[in-house]
């Protein structure tokens, strides 16, 4: 007698999920860079770092021609250079937030990321990696080798060269990308670019004029005013009754002052951004 059997069912294995749909911030920024690599965005990131090496170095060549041994400070140096930070890194954070902005709603990326169920706030986690450190490489480079050119041309050093080295290029970068996170917010949640770059522009006017008004602790409430608020530099008035720089006299607090500002302005900007996306 044939005895026949009948198949036993198997449970379909289930589908992997998608890479590209999923939540990891490095996975969005690769994604990012590769949206942006040779886009306008790119050609606009270039020319910024042009013109602030350039500012930066026209700013240093005039000290480096002054005849005054007090004036050849590597400190002075790098102070000057340090104190564009905050009139130019709201701006230049700015335009570059809304070029990606524009460029995603162009090309409907944003409709794509929505279809593939991705949160806006990892969205912008990966988008503030890319901007945030386009700025702040635009003045961590000068930040950088403007000392090294100050050093190398026999201008003096007070204190350590190693902490007045990193210490102002690293408060610059954090305090670059705690702009940039604001300004990408605000390019995402509003809907105009035009009042994105308005304010990136009065916040620039406004953070640059802290230190001129003497208020410098006002600029833990704006992000364009925390290079100024945890600058690392202090003043103080030499012997002959003129006015000198020096590096503050713990000043790694000045960094780790500027983290945490950068993460409480990031967590508030995903706050503002996630009570939009639950109103949508």
Known sequence: MNITTAPIATSPRPMRRSRAKGDDPFTLTRLELLKLCGSSFSWMWLGMMLLVSAWSGMVFMKRAGNPDPALRSVIL?????????????????????????????TERMDVKWLSFGQPDAARFVGKLIVAG???????????????????????????????????PASVGFLSAMATSAVQLMLS??????????????VAGVL??????????????????????????????????????????AHPWESVIAAAA???GWTLVSVMVIKVKEARR
């Not at 700025?135 to 902490?163: E, M, N, Y």
């Open 188 to 201: 995402m949640v509003v809907g105009r670019q035009a009042v994105g770059l308005g304010i990136g522009v």
């Open 77 to 105: 140096a790098d102070g000057e250079i340090y104190r564009i930070v905050s009139l130019l890194a709201p701006i230049l954070s700015a335009l570059l937030t809304s070029r990606i902005a524009v460029l995603e709603t």
């Open 133 to 167: 450190s386009a700025v702040g490489l635009c003045f961590l480079i000068p930040l950088l080798w403007v000392p090294l050119a100050a050093k190398d041309l026999g201008f003096t050093v007070t204190g350590s060269f190693i902490a007045l080295l990193w210490i």
């Open 261 to 263: 500002a950068f993460v």
């Open 207 to 248: 953070g640059s004029g802290l230190d001129a008004m003497n208020q410098p602790a006002l600029g833990w409430l704006l992000p364009a005013g925390l290079s100024s608020a945890s600058s690392p530099f202090t003043r103080s008035v030499r012997m002959d009754g003129g006015a000198a720089m020096l590096l503050a």
